[in-house]
């Protein structure tokens, strides 16, 4: 079946390099990605969204890049800081699925003082 | 604080006795999901709830009832649990869905079952 996934299971920057986690979709019918970040020992917190008719979007210090060509997603975070070690995951939503929204497995990311 | 509030966030039991793992959302959504999240693979989808009355399966219904009898509370039940369901449960909530429309989750509630 289709689904979300990640190129990189694991991540680790320096503080203050900055980051991008990647994520690959497969279904070219998705309108909606949305990005989550789950520290330890809490639910995942939204971060950025982006609509299929965009291809960027950026908020603080993080910016989503949508590649339809190669379904491809990915999320950049400027001056990476410590708080931002978490496991970062991908959804996308299927409209034509009743808006089902699938979620990628997830990318730890893991900040170095 | 507009948040969604499970309990219990920890439990540990035993096959077979009943529990139930409370959902409630302060936000006024329509929408409530609950969601388990194993190693290694990304959140599958239990059960959904539309609205008051309105619940549908997931991806994994297996072994797990609803019930949403009010807008604000959608618990989880476990009428028989087995260890296979020894998982991180989370709870989320949302206006609506589809376009612009995220969800919000819960804490989580890790349950292990022996």
């Known amino acids: 079946g289709e689904s979300v996934g990640l190129h990189l299971p694991t991540l680790s920057v320096q503080e203050g390099d900055n980051s991008i986690i990647n994520c690959a979709y497969s279904n070219s019918a998705s309108d909606y990605f949305i990005w989550y970040k789950q520290e330890s020992g809490k639910g995942p917190q939204f971060i950025i969204d982006i609509r299929s008719n965009m291809d960027k979007r950026q908020g603080q210090r993080v910016t989503v890049l949508l590649n339809k060509t190669v379904k491809h997603l990915s999320l950049q975070i400027a001056a990476t800081q410590p708080g931002d070690s978490a496991v970062y995951f991908c959804a996308e939503n299927f409209p034509k699925n009743n808006n089902d929204m699938r979620f990628g497995a997830g990318t730890r990311l893991t900040v170095k003082p | 604080e507009a948040q969604v509030t499970q309990n219990p966030r920890y439990l540990i039991t035993v096959t077979g006795k009943k529990l139930t793992v409370t959902c409630s959302q302060n936000?006024?959504?329509?929408?409530m999901s609950w969601y388990r999240q194993d190693p290694g693979l990304g959140l599958r989808q239990i059960y959904y709830s539309m609205n008051v009355e309105v619940t549908d399966k997931g991806d994994v219904p297996e072994g797990y009832k609803v019930s949403r009898k009010e807008k604000r509370n959608f618990p989880l039940i476990l009428e028989s649990p087995s260890p296979n369901q020894t998982s991180l449960y989370f709870c989320?909530?949302?206006?609506?869905?589809?376009?612009?429309?995220?969800?919000?989750f819960g804490d989580g509630t890790r349950l292990s079952i022996l």
């Open positions: 989320a909530s949302s206006l609506g869905t589809g376009i612009n429309q995220p969800q919000h």
């Open positions: 936000m006024n959504h329509e929408y």
